[in-house]
């Protein structure tokens, strides 16, 4: 009555994919890829505003437009357009405003080639985006582009 149930020893699980992580690259030097200069952008970030103090600057100079899911603040500049998008609190938990971002981001994704070159955009999500479609919200940007945009230019 006294005897205990053999126990198998502990075995430590074997992980196949170490071989892939970048931490343990050190351990296999010819698995090593060589990674991307800093200054070129992430990708699937092309044409994007990542940086806090470029939200600012575009929040803080740029025109604002309302609509009536979201807010745009344009602000012309060089290079390629770019747009950046907040949602904030107010739009719900975090599910909800990563959904939102995800909307607004492909609404962008859409007709971001018809938009001129050079223009810095901001999109800020208010909470009426909750149950938005993508088309929605790609015709709200479309109008309120072309509200933002100076008399005489196009977007």
Not at 36 to 44: N, Q, S, T, V
């Amino acid at each position: 009555m006294g005897s205990s149930p053999a126990v198998a020893p502990r075995v430590a699980p074997v992980c196949r994919r170490s071989a892939r992580h970048p931490a343990r690259s050190r351990h296999f030097p010819d698995m090593e890829e060589p990674s991307p200069p800093a200054d070129e952008p992430k990708p699937g970030r092309v044409g994007r505003i990542t940086r806090s103090r470029e939200f600012r600057e575009v929040i803080q100079a740029g025109r604002r437009r309302s609509g009536e899911r979201l807010l745009l603040y344009v602000l012309p500049g060089e290079g390629p357009a770019r747009a950046g998008f907040v949602t904030g609190r107010g739009v719900g938990g975090a599910v909800a405003r990563n959904r939102a971002r995800r909307i607004l981001k492909e609404a962008w994704r859409t007709m971001s080639p018809a938009v001129n070159a050079g223009i810095r955009v901001v999109f800020v999500a208010r909470p009426e985006i909750e149950g938005a479609r993508t088309a929605e919200l790609a015709e709200e940007m479309r109008t309120l582009l072309a509200q933002a945009a100076p008399s005489g230019e196009r977007s």
